[in-house]
C-alpha cells in the first residue's frame, strides 16, 4: 500500500470550512483514497473515498488532483463533534485489502 | 445501514484469564472482518484478517495461539483472548466489509476496551 502524509494537528473555528490535506505521492493507478476519522474512545467512522474524481456526500467532500498524488477532505460547516483524528489511507478496493492506519490529523473546532 | 457491533464494549479480567469478544454485522453479510488493537495515544494496528469459514491470516508479530479467532458465520467474528496479562490490556476494535461488490468499503465497530489487572 502507499504511503500518505498528513499534518499531525490542525484547528478551524467552529462553523468555518475545515480543509486536511493528504500527500500520496506513490498511489498506484488501482488505489482508491479513503477517509475515516475517530473520536476519542470510539471505533473508526468511514467518511468518504475516492479514485479520481471529486466526491461529496452527506459528511464531506473529497478533491483529489488530476495526477492523484495529493487529496483534500473538506467538511464544509465544522461543529464541535467533527473534533477527532483524521485518517487518511490509500487501498485497493479488492475484498481482503487491509487498511493501513498512520498517524492522521487531530483536528480540533474551535467555539 | 451497514452497521458493526460489538459485544462487551468494555471488560476488565484478571491475569490468566481467557475473554472473548463478539463482532457482529447488524444489517449485512461479511465474509471478510478484521481486528485491530489500539494502544493508547497510538494508531490502530491491524492483528488479524478473518474470513468465513477458513483460517484466520495473522500479522507478523502477532501470536495466533493467544488471539483466537472464529468466524464461524458471515454475521459474527469472535476474538479471544487468552491467557490474558496486563500487556495485552487495550482497545480492540473490529471491522467488516459488507458483500463482495466493486467497492468495498471497510465499517468498524465501536471498540471493546479491555484492562488486564
Known amino acids: 500500500d502507499a504511503k500518505t502524509t498528513q499534518p499531525p494537528s490542525m484547528d478551524c473555528a467552529e462553523g468555518r470550512a475545515a480543509n486536511l490535506p493528504c500527500n500520496h505521492s506513490?498511489?498506484?493507478?488501482?488505489?482508491?483514497v479513503y477517509w475515516y476519522r475517530q473520536i476519542h474512545s470510539q471505533g473508526p467512522q468511514y467518511i468518504i473515498h475516492g479514485l479520481k474524481n471529486n466526491e461529496t456526500n452527506e459528511m464531506a467532500s473529497l478533491i483529489i488532483t488530476e495526477d492523484r498524488k495529493s487529496s483534500t477532505l473538506i467538511l464544509p460547516h465544522a461543529t464541535l463533534r467533527d473534533t477527532a483524528v483524521y485518517y487518511c489511507?490509500?487501498?485497493?478496493?479488492?475484498?481482503?485489502?487491509?487498511?493501513?492506519f498512520g498517524t492522521g490529523t487531530r483536528l480540533t473546532i474551535i467555539p | 445501514g451497514a452497521v458493526v457491533s460489538q459485544h462487551p464494549s468494555w471488560v476488565i479480567c484478571k491475569s490468566g484469564t481467557s475473554v472473548k469478544i463478539e463482532c457482529r454485522s447488524l444489517d449485512f453479510q461479511a465474509t471478510t472482518m478484521f481486528w485491530y488493537r489500539q494502544f493508547p495515544k497510538q494508531s490502530l494496528m491491524l492483528m488479524a484478517t478473518s474470513n468465513e469459514g477458513s483460517k484466520a491470516t495473522y500479522e507478523q508479530g502477532v501470536e495466533k495461539d493467544k488471539f483466537l479467532i472464529n468466524h464461524a458465520s458471515l454475521t459474527l467474528s469472535t476474538l479471544t483472548v487468552t491467557s490474558a496479562h496486563p500487556e495485552d490490556s487495550s482497545f480492540y476494535i473490529c471491522s467488516a466489509i459488507p458483500g463482495q461488490g466493486i467497492e468495498e468499503t471497510q465499517y468498524f465497530g465501536p471498540g471493546t476496551r479491555l484492562l488486564v489487572l
Open positions: 506513490t498511489i498506484s493507478g488501482n488505489e482508491y
Open positions: 489511507i490509500v487501498r485497493r478496493n479488492f475484498g481482503n485489502e487491509k487498511l493501513t
